[in-house]
């Protein structure tokens, strides 16, 4: 199947900058859209951002104009840039991508997530 390896998260500032990455790797065909989401304590799981294969992104409007989202097709990579984090933001966050993987001599959908990366942010 699927699997994605995300990094790149921590401990920071409120003010401060951090960046994700998440890894997808696997017998992919395609990858659809590829997202960010984040669960704090005792909430639910919320989206963040997304992007599609042709670049369209999706914003949660608290994170818009802070945080940014891009993705390298060749790489299999999505990265999360964010800025002028709050302590709101601390969460555990998520990567996800969909799409489709060689499953013998066809293809097969996959909609896989990540391990999660802790994201802190200190008042």
């Known amino acids: 199947q699927v699997q994605l390896v995300e990094s790149g998260g921590g401990l920071v500032q409120t003010g401060g900058s951090l960046r994700l990455s998440c890894a997808a790797s696997?017998?992919?065909?395609?990858?659809?859209?590829m997202g960010w989401y984040r669960q704090a304590p005792g909430k639910q799981r919320e989206l963040v951002t997304n992007?599609?294969?042709?670049?369209?992104?999706n914003y949660a409007d608290s994170v818009k104009g802070r945080f940014t989202i891009s993705r390298d097709n060749a790489k299999n990579t999505a990265y999360l840039q964010m800025n002028s984090l709050k302590p709101e933001d601390t969460a555990v966050y998520y990567c996800?991508?969909?799409?489709?993987?060689?499953?013998?001599?066809?293809?097969?959908?996959?909609?896989?997530w990540g391990q999660g990366t802790q994201v802190t942010v200190s008042s």
């Open positions: 696997g017998s992919i065909f395609t990858i659809n859209a």
């Open positions: 996800n991508a969909d799409g489709l993987y060689y499953s013998g001599s066809s293809t097969k959908v996959f909609d896989s």
């Open positions: 992007i599609r294969s042709g670049g369209r992104t």
